[in-house]
C-alpha cells in the first residue's frame, strides 16, 4: 500500500508535466513580453518531453531588433528548470557588439528566490546571480573592460569585472 502511494506521489506530477500544454505556456510568455513591448518573432516552437526548445528566434525591443539566438531551450521539472540559450548574437548597430556560444539559467526549490547564471561569451566565461527578492542582478565577467561601450557600467574586481544592478 504504501509503496503504491510512492509511486502514485512520483508519477503523477510527472505525467502532469509530460501532458503540460508547454506552447501555450511559451504564448503565454509572448503575451506578457508584448506588454513591455517586447516582441519574439521569427521563431519556431519544438516541444520536448518535460520542455521546449525556440529556434531562430528574434527579439525586439520597440520595433528595433535587439537580438537574436539561433536556440533557446527551457527543461523544467517544477522543482528545478533550466534555460539554455545557445549563439546569442546581439544586433548590429547598438554600441557594443555582444555574442555569447552559450547562457544558462538554473532556478532550483533550493534556492526558491535566486536564478544561477553561467555562460561563454565574446567577453569571456560568465558566472552570476539574480537575487529575485532583492531585485539585483550580480554578473562576474573575465574580459568585461576590454570591452569600450561597456566599461563604464562595470567595476574591476579581482576575478576580473563586475556588473551590478537592481531592476
Same mark, same amino acid.
Given at each position: 500500500m504504501v509503496r503504491n502511494m510512492v509511486v502514485l506521489l512520483i508519477a503523477l506530477p510527472l505525467l502532469a508535466m509530460f501532458f503540460m500544454p508547454k506552447k501555450e505556456l511559451y504564448y503565454l510568455l509572448e503575451k506578457r513580453l508584448s506588454e513591455q513591448n517586447i516582441v519574439i518573432s521569427g521563431e519556431t516552437l519544438q516541444e520536448d518531453l518535460f520542455g521546449f526548445t525556440v529556434k531562430h528566434p528574434t527579439?525586439?525591443? $520597440? /520595433?528595433?531588433? +535587439? #537580438? #537574436? #539566438?539561433? &536556440?533557446? %531551450?527551457l527543461w523544467s521539472l517544477w522543482i528545478y528548470t533550466k534555460v539554455?540559450?545557445?549563439d546569442l548574437q546581439?544586433?548590429? !548597430?547598438?554600441? %557594443?557588439?555582444? *555574442?555569447?556560444?552559450k547562457l %544558462? #539559467? +538554473?532556478?532550483?526549490? $533550493?534556492?526558491?528566490?535566486?536564478?544561477?547564471? +553561467? $555562460?561563454? *561569451?565574446?567577453? /569571456?566565461a560568465l558566472r552570476g546571480k539574480i537575487q529575485l527578492k532583492a531585485r539585483m542582478i550580480h554578473l562576474d565577467i573575465a574580459k568585461g573592460g576590454e570591452n569600450k561601450a561597456l566599461a563604464r557600467y562595470?567595476?574591476?574586481? &579581482?576575478? !576580473?569585472w563586475v556588473y551590478e544592478s537592481r531592476f
Open positions: 527579439l525586439y525591443l $520597440g /520595433g528595433a531588433p +535587439v #537580438a #537574436a #539566438a539561433k &536556440e533557446i %531551450s539554455n540559450l545557445f546581439i544586433a548590429k !548597430g547598438l554600441p %557594443s557588439e555582444l *555574442s555569447a556560444e %544558462s #539559467a +538554473v532556478h532550483s526549490i $533550493g534556492s526558491p528566490f535566486e536564478v544561477r547564471l +553561467v $555562460g561563454e *561569451s565574446s567577453l /569571456g562595470l567595476k574591476k574586481s &579581482e576575478k !576580473g
